[in-house]
């Protein structure tokens, strides 16, 4: 199960989320459901991010979306974005290099 989050912070916030994604990259790879945890920085948006995610399976997703380090992201992206996170999700139909 894939999940894609794009974020973008207010300018003066840019530094305050990039410091909470990569927590978060801490704390998510340690997920037992968790196959994979990317933070890139967008090149076409300023003050853009994009959070690639990967999950075994529905249930280990929603066990990431409800733990407590995200819920204390997504309290503080409150103030720190300038527009609600845009969250994508998708079935793997086809990859290379994602070990089991």
Known sequence: MLLLAELTARPDSDA?????LRDLVR????????????VHRRRDVPHGFIVYELYRDDAACS?????PPLQAA??????LLAVPPR???GDLLAAAGLAD
């Open 27 to 38: 704390s998510t790879v340690q997920e037992p459901g968790n196959r994979a945890y990317a």
């Open 87 to 89: 969250l994508v999700q």
């Open 16 to 20: 305050a989320v990039e410091a909470i």
């Open 63 to 67: 066990a990431h979306l409800a733990s």
């Open 74 to 79: 997504l309290a503080r992206f409150e103030t």
